[in-house]
């Protein structure tokens, strides 16, 4: 196993309603190996176009950047519909991007709610459309971006110990919800 790829951060956003009009938490869980060393938050606008933006800010002014060596994302949207560009998150941070989800996506549903629902729903469609297949991978769906399907699949075999879920995801999965709602409170 590639064992080079040991600092990560997951990140995931926290719970929000329906109608909620507010920003909306995202937590990172900054990983080195299965050592949890440290947690990166901030805000992202609900169903915005700020979600690449605050990530690769986030990163960027922590103490965590000069050894980050791959972003994990809980999909790729986060608040919503606040669609993530992993290309160029990819090209600010200079470190691969991999979404990880648990099942395939509906993506007939997610075109349709976007573009008959969501304010710049063309633009993050195709955005969406733009950040490559979705490829099965021990025993979960990924995107990704600057790493082999063969490294992804090491990686997280590696890192998921407790779920299917890599723990940096896993945990700023519990984290987020014990933020927002008082206690985790969903399988992660």
Known sequence: MNHSLSHVVG????????DQQDDV????????????EG?????????????????ADMVLRSRFNAHLQVVMLQGITVAGFNVIDLASLYQTLQVPVLTVVRRIPDLAAIRRALLTRVLDGRQKWALIQRSGPVEAVAGV?????????????????????????????RTAHLIAGGIGMGESRHRA
Do not use: Y
């Not at 990140?11 to 329906?18: E, L, S």
């Not at 606008?45 to 700020?50: E, K, V």
């Not at 769906?141 to 723990?167: M, T």
């Open 39 to 55: 947690v990166l938050s901030d805000r992202v606008c609900r169903d915005g176009t700020n979600a690449t933006r605050v990530l």
């Open 141 to 169: 769906f990924v995107q990704r971006v600057g790493i082999s399907l063969s490294e992804a699949d090491e990686l997280i075999k590696r890192l998921a110990v407790n779920s299917v879920l890599p723990e940096p995801l």
């Open 25 to 36: 938490l995202i937590v990172g869980a900054v990983f080195s190996g299965m050592r949890l």
């Open 11 to 18: 990140f995931d956003d926290g719970p929000f309603t329906r």
